[in-house]
């Protein structure tokens, strides 16, 4: 996978300060790279173009600093839906545990190659049944990888979001969900659903 964007988001105690880090420029076929420091300086009024620069530079505030060739807004469509019902899915987990995470983030990866990421999204949608063998069986120790390192076309994957950092987490019974963890994941799907609003606006008004 060449990510678009890889960006931890922050989902305790300060979830209003992206951490960027490195976007996918699929024309120079290389990375661009942008320090923790540029989300921590953002303010809340900022955020919807910070988010913007990754997803879709084309519609972020214009910027002295280098942006990546932006994805087709209709792959980008897509991408943004799939994160939303994954983010969804987070959340609702969320709303039911009872523990406390100090420093947790979730990590969002996009694949960068528009055509990879066509492909990918096919696949996903397709979703054939995963067939499952022994596990003695010669096909569960089939490599994932060609002869260069790099993933066979076929376990490419279109988008990932995990939470990442949670090493401190604690169980406390009783005590209800933890408000901070919910709260950074609301704002990330605040944010991600105004990125996708937008990148709709611009696919009605087309070119």
Sequence with gaps: MNPAFSCPVPCDKDPTHPSFHQ???SVTSAYVSTPKAFGKSLQPAELPDGIARFFAPQLAAPSDTRTPAALPLPLL?????????RLRELIELFSSLECRIR????????EGDATALAAA????AAAPPVETEDDDSEASSVSTTDEEGQAKPHTLV?????LIDFAHA???DGQGPDEGVLLGLETTRTLLQGMLARVAEEMDNGP
Excluded: Y
């Design 23 to 25: 976007v996918w420029d």
């Design 103 to 110: 420093g947790g983030s979730v990590l969002i990866v996009v």
């Design 158 to 162: 279109p988008v990932e979001l995990r």
């Design 77 to 85: 469509h897509s991408v943004l839906q799939m994160l939303l019902s």
């Design 121 to 124: 999204l096919d696949r996903d």
């Design 170 to 172: 604690t169980k406390v």
